[in-house]
C-alpha cells in the first residue's frame, strides 16, 4: 500500500489547507496559548474588569498577527476592532 504521508483524514485535512485556513489555525493556537498561560500572572485574581479585558484584547489582537503586537500594535488593533464593532452596528437585524 502506497503512503502519501497523510495516514488519518484530519491530518490530510491539515496538509491540505489554504494559506487564509494555516493563519487561522495558528491564530487559534496563539490564543489558546495566551489563555491557558494567564493564571500564571503574579496577582492575576486582584486584576479589574476593565485589566482583564484589555488583557483579552491583546491577546486577541496579537493572535492576528505581529501588526497587532506590543503598544503601538495593540492601538492598531483597538481601531481595527473599532471599525468592525462599527460595521456590525449597522448592519440591520
Known sequence: MKR???STPLKKARAAR???QKRMAAAVAYLQKYMATYDKQA????Y???TY???ILYGLGAS????????????????RLR??????TNEPV
Do not use: N, V, W
Request: glycine share 10%; with cysteine; proline share 3%.
Open 4 to 6: 502519501d504521508g497523510c
Open 64 to 79: 492576528l498577527g505581529r501588526e497587532y503586537q506590543m503598544a503601538g500594535g495593540f492601538e492598531r488593533f483597538k481601531a
Open 53 to 55: 479585558i484589555s488583557d
Open 83 to 88: 471599525e468592525h464593532l462599527k460595521e456590525r
Open 18 to 20: 489554504t494559506p487564509a
Open 48 to 50: 479589574s474588569d476593565t
Open 43 to 46: 496577582f492575576y485574581t486582584e
